[in-house]
């Protein structure tokens, strides 16, 4: 192998080394912003920016980066007297208004949150919301939830 060809190779290496690097970086920013779970705690913080009166607020526009994380880029706000936010964020919306989502709070649920429907499954004891059924527990304050009419 002569010196040309050989260092010819060590640039093309050298070339898709760095490309390669490039591309991980951009995937390494890209991939939560549209594959991970929603930012709750940055929604949370945005929501709290927006000075909402105590009570309930549907159908909250969602700003760039969180709107692309909701089925229809909005979120259901509960906004408690002593300050307590509590969101509803619908990840899918079918027919019906069936949907799935999370649902996610500032402070941590307490028990006497949750009640057992007809069919002994564990619901969410919010009517904002529609008691959304509880597929699973993601950590104190954030569950996963569904609600079907059937």
Do not use: C
């Amino acid at each position: 192998m002569d010196a040309v060809t050989l260092e010819a190779r060590i640039r093309t290496t050298f070339k898709l080394a760095i490309a390669a690097a490039i591309a991980l970086a951009i995937l390494a920013f890209v991939w939560p912003l549209f594959f991970g779970r929603p930012d709750f705690e940055g929604i949370s913080q945005w929501v709290r920016e927006q000075n909402l009166a105590p009570g309930v607020h549907e159908h909250i526009a969602l700003p760039f980066p969180h709107a692309h994380r909701a089925d229809n880029g909005t979120i259901d706000v509960v906004v408690s007297p002593d300050g307590r936010i509590t969101f509803l964020l619908k990840t899918h919306i079918g027919w019906k208004q069936n949907y799935e989502g999370y649902v996610y709070s500032t402070e941590p649920f307490g028990a006497g949150e949750f009640v057992r429907d007809y069919y002994g499954r564990t619901n969410i004891n919010n009517r904002e919301f529609g008691d959304p059924v509880v597929r699973r527990r993601v950590d104190e304050r954030t569950y996963e939830v569904y609600f079907d009419l059937g």
